[in-house]
């Protein structure tokens, strides 16, 4: 399964088939976990001092096909937009990608679709939990970094960092009894050298697109209520 994947199913609740997070976050945060996969593929990487793309800007390494739809599209996305920061296309990246994600983790029959209607009026999608056994494996292998101290390879170390970056990790460990040393551990995984300085970077540009998104959102609301 891609990153996006996985993280999408740590981000919603098995039960209820609700989110553990809003927007813009969890949205950014899957577009992120593309971002990294593409860079871990190869695909895409982040210029430093003295090539052709500006320091800090994305570049475009190959544009062939990773055997993924999603991926394929996505790529093909930032191939136009190659030299622009990538904080910046966070929003771009992140259109219909969570709807493509559930829908093929339906179709896979990891989670179900539950259709209903909120008041008998609006209609509304809950996603549970089908089929939990690939989730379990992959909240084992975080359990056994942020609470056993054990290393992460380099897709735990990712997830780990882009629910850092939410702030939900104790949202998704939830039987740890120190919380603090969870996020600890935590914040430790996301800041250390867990990958190539593009993957990390890709996280550190995903969290800034949420924190400005964020504050847009909060100044057009203080500005409609003045």
Not at 45 to 57: F, H, P, Q, S
Not at 95 to 107: F, P, S, Y
Not at 160 to 169: G, P, Q, T
Request: aromatic fraction near 2%; hydrophobic fraction near 45%; avoid cysteine.
């Amino acid at each position: 399964m891609l990153i996006a994947e996985d993280l999408l199913l740590l981000l919603y609740n098995d039960e209820s088939g609700k989110p553990i997070t809003g927007n813009p976050g969890l949205d950014y945060s899957l577009a992120g976990a593309v971002l990294i996969e593409l860079t871990l593929l190869g695909r895409v990487d982040i210029a430093v001092a003295g090539e052709d793309v500006k320091e800090g800007r994305l570049k475009v390494l190959d544009t062939s096909s990773t055997g993924d739809a999603i991926l394929d599209e996505r790529l093909a996305m930032l191939a136009e937009k190659s030299g622009q920061k990538p904080k910046n296309l966070m929003s771009k990246l992140s259109k219909k990608l969570r709807d493509q994600v559930l829908a093929r983790l339906v179709e896979r029959g990891v989670l179900e679709a539950d259709k209903g209607r909120v008041l008998g009026l609006f209609p509304v999608t809950r996603w549970p939990a089908k089929d939990a056994r690939h989730e379990a494996e992959v909240r084992t292998a975080l359990e056994s970094v942020l609470k056993l101290g054990t290393q992460p390879d380099e897709r735990t170390a990712a997830l780990i960092a882009l629910l850092n970056a939410l702030n939900v990790v104790p949202k998704v460990i939830t039987d740890a009894v120190d919380k603090k040393a969870l996020k600890r551990r935590a914040k430790e995984i996301a800041e250390s050298e867990w990958a190539a300085e593009a993957v990390r970077k890709a996280v550190q540009d995903m969290q800034a697109a949420i924190t400005a998104a964020i504050v847009v959102s909060s100044s057009a609301g203080g500005a409609a209520g003045s």
